[in-house]
C-alpha cells in the first residue's frame, strides 16, 4: 500500500518541497480569513440587536422615520452574520494535532 502511495504522489503530486512552502503559505490564508469570519459575526451580530432594540424603542416612541431605518439594518446584520458564521466554520482549522501530523508525514517522505 505504501508502494502504491509513493508511486501516485510522485506521478501525480509537485515536488513536495513547493508543497510545504505553499501549504504553510496557505494555512496562514485560512487563519486570517477565518479570523476576518469571526470579526464580520461580531459586527452583525452588534447590528442586528442594536437595530432590533433601538428600532423598536423609536417605533413605541412614535418616531417611524428612525424606527424604519434601525428595522432596516436588522436584516443586513442577520446576512453579515451569517456570512461571519458561515466563513469562520468554513475556514478555521479542524484538529491541530491531525496538522502536525501530516505535516510530520510530509517531512518523513521528503528525508527519504
Known amino acids: 500500500m505504501a508502494l502504491q502511495r509513493s508511486a501516485v504522489r510522485s506521478r501525480l503530486a509537485p515536488p513536495l518541497s513547493a508543497c510545504i512552502k505553499w501549504s504553510a503559505y496557505g494555512f496562514y490564508i485560512m487563519k486570517v480569513?477565518?479570523?476576518?469570519?469571526?470579526?464580520?459575526?461580531?459586527?452583525?451580530?452588534?447590528?442586528?440587536?442594536?437595530?432590533?432594540?433601538l428600532g423598536f424603542w423609536f417605533l413605541f416612541?412614535?418616531?417611524d422615520y428612525w424606527a424604519i431605518r434601525f428595522l432596516y439594518a436588522v436584516p443586513t446584520g442577520f446576512m453579515l452574520l451569517f456570512?461571519?458564521?458561515?466563513?469562520?466554520?468554513?475556514?478555521?482549522p479542524r484538529d491541530d494535532?491531525?496538522?502536525?501530523?501530516?505535516?510530520?508525514?510530509e517531512?518523513?517522505?521528503?528525508?527519504n
Open 33 to 53: 480569513i477565518a479570523r476576518i469570519g469571526q470579526i464580520v459575526f461580531i459586527i452583525g451580530l452588534i447590528l442586528s440587536v442594536v437595530g432590533f432594540i
Open 61 to 63: 416612541q412614535d418616531n
Open 83 to 92: 456570512t461571519g458564521l458561515s466563513t469562520s466554520v468554513m475556514f478555521s
Open 97 to 105: 494535532r491531525s496538522l502536525e501530523e501530516k505535516r510530520s508525514l
Open 107 to 111: 517531512d518523513s517522505d521528503e528525508l
